[in-house]
């Protein structure tokens, strides 16, 4: 078995998710380590920024190509040209993903299509595609999948995006266990509160987000979120020291703890946390006009 990875230096290294947040964040600390790095976004003008500012600090690009994750045939076409051009990866970290929350009543067919096409179905394309080379390869490595606080917990409003969080969790064990004997190591990240642009653009469905009791909860939110930055500082260490389960703020690894060892008093929580979502969404629905059933 090839010895664990235990840094991202000279090391081939593929980011999704790489123009904005905490993929643009891992990108350019991947980078200042010494890493050698292919990356991907669907977003072009931010990919091309965050090439720029890789070039800016020295940094090495192998490849860089915007695409949906979504789309498998984009992604494989992506890998083979990858592969043909610099060889199997080293590294491979899923970070792109998106954001909707609403209750069952709200959430429209579109919300949960695309939790799940882009959340559990895009690191399932990239993991398809990148990772049998990797073995093949026998160099060993590292798989990193980014879930979520709720792809650990059951946070009200959740259910479409917790949904592709814990598939991720539920792939990331498996892959555990069945890449070990290949010297791949995986982990699966677990942020909270993260102060980026999806924040901003996170759709509530039936609630208007410029409702000033919504606009308090998100400011709130961002008070007590953590930077990109320490979430990617997070993300390395974690591989380096071989962590299973990273965690980027102490509230969630305690909630987690919490959940797993008080089961009651955490069915009570997230009960009462339930009926409070939902005592807000009567108020804010109240004052504005009926959009359920409607399309964007």
Do not use: C
Request: proline share 3%; glycine share 8%.
């Amino acid at each position: 078995m090839p010895d664990r990875l235990k840094s991202v230096s000279g090391k081939k290294v593929l980011i999704t998710g790489a123009a904005s947040g905490i993929g643009r964040a891992t990108a350019l600390a991947a980078a200042r380590e010494g890493a050698e790095l292919v990356l991907t976004d669907v977003n072009a003008a931010g990919l091309d920024e965050t090439v720029r500012l890789i070039g800016v600090d020295g940094g090495k690009m192998l490849a860089a190509q915007a695409l949906d994750i979504s789309d498998y045939e984009a992604v494989t076409a992506f890998a083979a040209d990858v592969f043909d051009r610099h060889g199997s990866l080293d590294v491979v970290m899923n970070i792109a993903g998106v954001s909707a929350w609403g209750t069952v009543e709200n959430l429209e067919h579109r919300h949960w299509r695309a939790m799940i096409d882009i959340n559990l179905m895009g690191p399932i394309h990239v993991i398809e595609n990148f990772v049998p080379p990797m073995v093949a390869a026998g160099r060993g490595g590292a798989l990193v999948n980014v879930s979520s606080a709720a792809g650990l917990l059951a946070f009200p409003w959740h259910a479409a995006y917790s949904a592709s969080k814990f598939g991720v969790r539920g792939l990331s064990e498996v892959l555990r266990f069945d890449l070990e004997r290949h010297g791949i190591t995986v982990h699966l990240v677990a942020p909270g509160a993260v102060n980026t642009h999806l924040v901003e653009t996170v759709e509530i469905a039936g609630v208007n987000r410029d409702d000033p009791r919504i606009q308090r909860y998100f400011k709130q939110f961002q008070r007590h979120a953590s930077s990109p930055e320490r979430v990617a500082e997070r993300i390395l260490r974690g591989i380096e020291r071989n962590r299973f389960l990273i965690h980027t703020s102490f509230d969630v690894r305690f909630g987690y703890w919490w959940a797993r060892k008080f089961a009651w008093p955490y069915e009570f929580a997230m009960r009462r946390a339930n009926d409070g979502f939902n005592a807000l969404y009567e108020r804010v629905s109240a004052s504005e006009p009926d959009s359920r059933g409607k399309r964007m």
